[in-house]
């Protein structure tokens, strides 16, 4: 009896190696998985950033106006000016359109005493 329970606590020791192996190799290869990630992360933040600074560097004011002074002939650009805009309250909203009205009730003909 205790040979059987000295073979099968090897095989449990044995089966329980052979997980842990296993999943030691799994977890190194999650962990590579993982680091290549935040490597890739790391490099579209840095594309982002170099992005960002040259829409910046190409939308700046000065040279915007160059470009439009530059092609006024085809695009008639004219520059801004503070005046050319309006005011909020000077905005004309769509005034939304009223349902028609299908079975009008007569209040003026209806008794305080009758039901509805």
């Not at 992360?41 to 600074?53: T, V, Y």
């Amino acid at each position: 009896m205790r040979s059987v329970i000295y073979v099968l606590t090897a095989l449990g020791v044995i089966g329980l190696a052979f997980w842990a192996y296993r999943e030691n190799y799994a977890t190194q290869a999650v962990l590579n998985d993982t680091d290549k990630l935040h490597s890739e992360i790391r490099n579209a933040h840095a594309r982002l950033a170099i992005l960002r600074a040259e829409w910046a560097y190409q939308n700046r004011p000065d040279r915007l106006r160059d470009l439009a002074e530059l092609n006024f002939e085809r695009l008639q650009l004219l520059p801004l000016h503070p005046d050319q805009f309006g005011q909020v309250d000077e905005v004309r909203y769509p005034v939304p359109e009223l349902l028609p009205i299908t079975n009008p009730v007569d209040v003026s003909t209806m008794n305080a005493e009758d039901p509805l």
